[in-house]
């Protein structure tokens, strides 16, 4: 079983920047592809960026250009670097996982990110 915790978020103002981290323990070398989701009250749960095992990204539009994803697989960590913050970047940022040869995922307990204009 691989449990996610992330980790970084906090308040930051409009313009500003913040890195997000997700560390997988457990069974980490099977973690297949990894996303970002976020959630603002009110809101459905939204996909913000994938990575894959293989290292292919996807970002959704409203993020492109500003938010970045990486993984380092030895550490099963992935991190989310997000920059030019907007107050609508504002919500509850969760990682999630899945596995090689498994239908299962994990998530994470999600972190607050809060953008001040």
């Known amino acids: 079983q691989v449990q996610l915790v992330e980790s970084g978020g906090g308040l930051v103002q409009a313009g500003g920047s913040l890195t997000l981290s997700c560390a997988a323990s457990?069974?980490?070398?099977?973690?297949?592809?990894i996303r970002w989701y976020r959630q603002a009250p009110g809101k459905q749960r939204e996909l913000v960026a994938s990575i894959t095992r293989g290292g292919i990204t996807v970002y959704a539009d409203s993020v492109k250009g500003r938010f970045t994803i990486s993984r380092e697989m030895f550490k099963g960590t992935v991190y989310l670097q997000m920059n030019s913050l907007k107050p609508e970047d504002t919500a509850v940022y969760y990682c999630?996982?899945?596995?090689?040869?498994?239908?299962?995922?994990?998530w994470g307990q999600g972190t607050q990110v809060t953008v001040s204009s």
């Open positions: 457990g069974s980490r070398f099977n973690i297949n592809n």
């Open positions: 999630n996982a899945d596995f090689l040869g498994s239908p299962d995922r994990s």
